[in-house]
Every structure is written in structure tokens, then in C-alpha cells.
């Protein structure tokens, strides 16, 4: 029933996605709750003779680890609180499905600090209220799930009337939608529906998974590259390093192994031509070979490379931790080159990519945790769709003191690293970023996906859009016009400072005529212009 339930979800995701609120191009909560549900089943699938006890464990952990964005988070929490309510049992009646369903809804409301009605939590809710209700006199359990289903279908066809957003759109929660689609797919399952499970199988020993087409359009670097280098001297560390320095700014999976006369080079890169130019500075080049991983499928090879990347980058890191920790470090979620480079030249110890268009996981902040080599250990998720994996990340880590900052826009993370003073302690630091925070105001341009109509504005598909913190300040044809409608609609007399984060799809030249427009404006406040890189948002701008 769960696998079942979570292949549903994924069939669905698509849909789920384009239920958002706003209309940008980067719906996410089918894909965040289809990630951690698939986290869950990979586990689940990779048990041998599950008896309750292991299938609960593997539900549990497998979710929790996984959870990506609010949606992803709360079913992983509703899962955590339904497994450990059951793992002791042998089966299941009625009676011990709404009291696992309580304890989910229960486990879920804690880990929100301020739960919303007409959301994921609501239906959950009230599906486990209906279960309760006829849990003592369910003759089957066939009659029991329609009823709840039912209930929790109409549950979720009332989310307009409970959040006046949602009826604006003229959409349901799309989180409630995802966990309906699970409830149906659960349901599904037991009646014994043919599904299939294949892609849950557990992995039979060492083979290389074969490249599917999702797998190849996800390879970020596209040319298996490698060579020998023939020196004309002997490579110092420091030139060694350097070198190194460059391939990881070209990509990947990087191996460097150098003596007296030769170097061994292996990277993943989509530009193969700038790491033999830059080789060519150092020797004469021996035994070259790219090849292209979207169109060839050199599975063994990209195994193969991964692994000794893999192991020397442990072997690094064990070199790393070796050292005693130091005492304060910063972990950022980023997108976008530009902002990437600010938060590293502000001191950041470890950044995670990620942003609107994926959030990271519960797992990837703890991976980042464990490679930042310090005893307190402060996150900006710089998400509002983030905040609650970075939380659950924390409660998960328990060698290290974790200070989740609840930065929702990069703007606030990147004041509050500013705000950090190390002559400070950790609870002074942490409410002077809590204060510094609460002055930025961001807006972000980007452009509308659909029809709709929200905060009182029409929005047209392919419009362009203001969003600020709490809503959309501005809608036009004009992006330049909408932009400076925005800042408008943020400015007031206390504003000293306006920053301008143009995207990758920004021209610079454009960026700059705006950036004029506004010193012209508002000379009261001082502009700054920068390049974000960031996708989807041509610009993300900030007053304070």
C-alpha cells in the first residue's frame, strides 16, 4: 500500500506542481513531496523480508532524511508519527489505522511553528477525525478507507474557503492534493491493483545502473575528460593546487595524481577544450579521451571516476576533520553563481545549491553539516520553503550546536552573515541576524506561467511579475517598468540601501539602466548593482 502510495504521487507530480499559488515557473510541491516519498520507498525497496518493525524503520528514516521543501517535511513527519504508531503490530485493523493517522497528524503540527488551516495539515487532520470516528464500528476495511478518502476529498474541495489565496487562484492546497494522491494510490494497493514496483527492487550487488533519459538530462556535466600530462617540469604543491583549483571550477568528479614527469587528469566538465588548453601551459599531452555521458552511456566509467573522486575527497576529508574544530562555522543555500560568490567572500563554510526550483534536502543539510568542521554551526536557508528541512536537519545532529536562521530571501542571508560579530556569543549573534533580518525587504521579477488572479491583480500568462515578501507588488507587460514598480511598492523614508541581483538571463547593459533609474529615483538611498546568476528570477532585489 505505501509503495503503491508513492507511486501515485509521482504519476502525479506534474499536475500537483502547477497547482502553486503563484504562477511562476517553478512549482515545487509535487516534486518535493515525490522526492521524499521516494526516499522512503528506496528504502522500503531495498529490504529483503520486511517484517513490520524493519518497514516502519525504513519508512520513517527514509522520509525524514529525504524530506524537501514544507510539503516535503510535514509527509515526512506524518509518516514518522503513522510508523511508529504501528511498528510494533502484527496487523492492522481499523482501530490501529486511526490511531497510527492521529499520531501522524499530531507528530506533523509539532514540527510547524504555526500551522495554516486549509493546507496539507488540514486534510490530514480531518481524514484522521473521520477514521476515529469509524474505526470501533468499520465492519471492513474496504468501506473504511472509501469513507475516509471520501472525507478527506471533501476536505480538501473546502481548502479555498479556509485560505482566501487559494480561492482567489481558483486552486486546492496542492499539498492536500499530494497527500490524497497518496491516500488513493494506498488504497489502490489494497485492493490489489496491479502496479508496478520495479523501479523499489533492491539493487543486485555492484552493477551499474543504466542511464535513463530523466538520469541523462540530470547529468550537470556532460564530457568524461581525461589525459595525461607530459611536464615540462616538476609541478609544485602550490602550482598542483592551483590547477586543481581551475578543473573544479570547470566541473567535477576531479582526479589529479602528479609526479616528477607526469600528471594524471580525470574531470566531468562541459567544457573538455579549457582544461586541455590550460594542461597544455604545464606539457605535452598523452593518451586524451572525452567522452559525451548524455549520448554514449559510459556507465562503467562514470562509476569508476566517481569512485576515485570519491575516495580521494574522503581521503580529504579525513584530513580535514582531523584538524580540531573550529569555533563557529556557516553553512548558505545559494543559486546562482554571482550570489554563490558573495556568501564565499563573506566566509561561508559550505554552500548548498539549491533554491525555488530545488530545495534541498533534509539529507543534503546534514551531509553539509557533517563536512563543516566546527562545534556551532549557523544555516541560512534563505527559503521560506526551506526553514523547515534546515530544522529538521538540526533536531537529526546532536555533535555539533545547530542555529537555523529562518532567512526566507538570499538578501536576508546575506545581511545576516554580515550581521555575524565573532566577538559575540551564539545567542547574541543569533538575535542581532534575527533583528538585522526582519529590515530587508525583497522583491523578485520573474514572469507568469498561467492565467489567474491574485492580490486583487490579473495576471496573465507570460506577464511580468513583482513578488515581494508577502505578495505580488506589481504585474506587467514591461520588465524594466515592473521592476521599478516593485522597489516603489518597497521603498519608504527609513530605506538606505538598494541591492540589485540580476539573473542569468539578465543582460548586464539592461541591469545597469535600471540601476541608473534608480539612483535617479531615490537618491536618499545608495544602489548597488551585482550579478546573481540566478535562474527563472531576472532580478532578485532587496531595500533595506
Request: hydrophobic content about 40%; overall charge negative.
Amino acid at each position: 500500500m505505501f509503495l503503491a502510495g508513492a507511486k501515485n504521487l509521482e504519476a502525479k507530480k506534474e499536475w500537483i506542481n502547477e497547482l502553486n499559488v503563484f504562477p511562476v515557473p517553478d512549482g515545487d510541491t509535487g516534486t518535493n513531496m515525490t522526492m521524499t516519498i521516494m526516499a522512503a520507498a528506496a528504502e522500503v525497496g531495498s529490504l529483503g523480508e520486511p517484517d513490520m518493525e524493519s518497514l516502519a524503520k525504513a519508512i520513517s528514516s527514509g522520509s525524514l532524511r529525504g524530506a524537501r521543501g514544507n510539503s516535503g517535511v510535514i509527509l515526512s513527519q506524518l509518516l514518522r508519527g503513522f510508523t511508529r504508531s504501528v511498528k510494533n503490530s502484527k496487523e492492522l485493523d481499523a482501530i490501529d489505522i486511526a490511531a497510527a493517522m492521529e499520531k501522524g497528524v499530531e507528530t506533523a503540527y509539532k514540527a510547524v511553528m504555526k500551522p495554516k488551516e486549509g493546507t496539507i495539515l488540514t486534510v490530514a487532520r480531518e481524514a484522521a477525525a473521520k477514521a476515529v470516528e469509524l474505526a470501533e464500528t468499520a465492519e471492513d476495511l474496504d468501506t473504511f478507507f472509501q469513507s475516509v478518502i471520501a472525507h478527506a476529498e471533501e476536505t480538501l474541495a473546502k481548502t479555498p474557503e479556509m485560505l482566501p489565496v487559494l480561492k482567489e487562484a481558483g486552486v486546492v492546497d496542492s499539498g492536500g492534493q499530494g497527500l490524497l494522491e497518496v491516500y488513493h494510490g494506498a488504497y489502490d494497493g489494497f485492493l490489489g491493483k496491479e502496479i508496478d514496483y520495479t523501479q523499489f527492487d533492491k539493487a543486485k550487488g555492484p552493477a551499474v545502473t543504466k542511464i535513463d533519459a530523466q538520469t541523462e538530462a540530470d547529468i550537470k556535466f556532460g564530457y568524461c575528460t581525461e589525459f595525461i600530462i607530459l611536464l615540462n617540469q616538476p609541478m609544485s604543491e602550490e602550482t598542483e593546487h592551483e590547477f586543481k583549483k581551475f578543473l573544479m571550477s570547470l566541473g567535477d568528479s576531479i582526479v589529479l595524481v602528479a609526479d616528477d614527469e607526469i600528471v594524471k587528469v580525470h574531470v566531468h566538465t562541459n567544457h573538455p577544450g579549457q582544461a586541455i588548453e590550460k594542461a597544455l601551459t604545464f606539457g605535452a599531452l598523452s593518451r586524451m579521451k572525452i567522452d559525451n555521458m548524455r549520448e554514449e552511456h559510459q556507465e562503467k566509467l562514470i562509476k569508476d571516476a566517481e569512485k576515485m573522486a570519491k575516495e580521494q575527497a574522503e581521503q580529504e576529508e579525513k584530513e580535514e576533520a582531523a584538524q580540531p574544530p573550529k569555533e563557529v562555522g556557516f553553512i548558505s543555500v545559494s543559486v546562482g553563481k554571482g550570489m554563490t560568490e558573495i556568501f564565499k567572500e563573506l566566509g561561508v563554510d559550505y554552500l548548498i545549491e539549491g533554491g525555488q526550483t530545488m530545495n534541498p534536502s533534509t539529507e543534503d543539510m546534514l551531509n553539509a553539516i557533517a563536512k563543516v568542521n566546527a562545534k556551532t554551526i549557523y544555516i541560512f536557508p534563505n527559503n521560506k520553503n526551506i526553514v523547515l528541512a534546515a530544522n529538521q536537519a538540526r533536531d537529526l545532529t546532536e555533535d555539533k550546536e545547530i542555529v537555523v536562521v529562518p532567512t526566507k530571501t538570499i538578501p536576508q542571508g546575506i545581511t545576516a552573515m554580515i550581521s555575524y560579530v565573532p566577538e559575540k556569543n551564539s545567542a547574541e549573534n543569533t538575535e542581532a541576524m534575527l533583528q538585522a533580518i526582519e529590515h530587508v525587504k525583497t522583491g523578485q521579477i520573474t514572469y507568469a506561467v498561467r492565467d489567474t488572479r491574485i492580490d486583487d491583480k490579473e495576471i496573465h500568462e507570460g506577464d511580468m511579475m513583482g513578488i515581494g515578501d508577502h505578495g505580488i507588488l506589481a504585474v506587467g507587460k514591461d520588465r524594466m517598468e515592473v521592476a521599478k514598480e516593485t522597489v516603489a511598492q518597497m521603498v519608504d523614508d527609513e530605506s538606505e540601501v538598494i541591492s540589485i541581483y540580476y539573473g542569468a538571463d539578465t543582460e548586464e547593459a539592461e541591469a545597469e539602466e535600471l540601476a541608473t533609474a534608480l539612483e535617479e529615483a531615490y537618491p536618499e538611498c545608495d544602489v548597488e548593482l551585482n550579478a546573481g546568476g540566478q535562474p527563472i528570477y531576472y532580478y532578485v532585489i532587496s531595500v533595506e
